[in-house]
């Protein structure tokens, strides 16, 4: 079973990854944090993109389920000598992976790669489309949190499905190259949240009106109705000049400034999917502040992916 988009993931799958989450969760609070569920299997991280916290938590999530890790280092591979992706995959499955996580800078090669393996391959961020594990970091990172947004009804935890239900979440900044913003508008509507989309029109993607969000291009209007700011990482690498007028006129409208705390609700959550440009989507003091739940984020990173393998693996059976 792959995971490449949030849509891959069945209901009782998405439920049975929440659940496992929190198993794995108090396995990762114990003094030896380790299990055997993987044991003998086989995990391989391939990245043609940088990354500290994906890889990094994929690999002790690993790791802490006794699964074998290999590391693929794009620098010293032989992708230098002219290896092509496809044949990279099938070099890696002859070698007998169980899992292949993989990042790659263009939309769609995690399903690409999906027809070269009999790994499960897990889409760890193509491009500008999806990053599926990060979103379900962040929806149980704000099960979590929920019952300290006082517009959350408890009712809903603990039922089937609309696990976040009456939370409003704003999605903002550069969301048109942002393969989280993607899977977290999926994931968190699956989930009953309403979410809005906040940026510069030229960084919206032309299709935004088809998902199911509302949009608009004035954050000062709309950051006091937020349960949630999600700030998204201003994409230097990816953002052409012309997008934008200049970046300080990108802060002055859409940076989370001091003046911007204090327009929030006195519960508002801040998250970010890391890394952060200080200073530019978040100020330090956004970033640091006890509305801030960033490293929160972080820490359920490992937890969560443990809980994707565990699922994908098939060691925990699910109905559908
Ligand atoms: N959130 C995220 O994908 O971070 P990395 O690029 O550090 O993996």
Known sequence: MNLTSIDDLTPSLFQEIISLSDRFIE???RPIPKVPVLRGKTLATVFYENSTRTRLSFEAAAKRLSCDTLTFNLTTSSTSKGESL????QTLDAMGIDFLVIRHPLAG???LASGWTNASV???GDGCDEHPTQALIDCITLIQISNQLSDYDPDCQGSDWPYLKNLHIGIVGDIVHSRVARSNVRAFTRLGAKVTLVGPPTLLPSDASSWPVDITYDLDEVISQFDVVYALRFQKERIVQSLIPSLDEYIRYWGIS?????AMKP?????????????????SQAADCEKSVILRQVNNSVPVRMAVLAALSGVYVHDD
């Open 27 to 29: 396995v990762s609070s």
């Open 86 to 89: 496809q044949d990279t995959i």
């Open 109 to 111: 090669v995690a399903r």
């Open 122 to 124: 897990i889409n760890a």
């Open 258 to 262: 001091s003046d911007r705390l204090d």
């Open 267 to 283: 519960h508002c959550k801040i998250m970010h999917p890391g890394p952060i440009n200080r200073g530019v989507e978040l100020s």
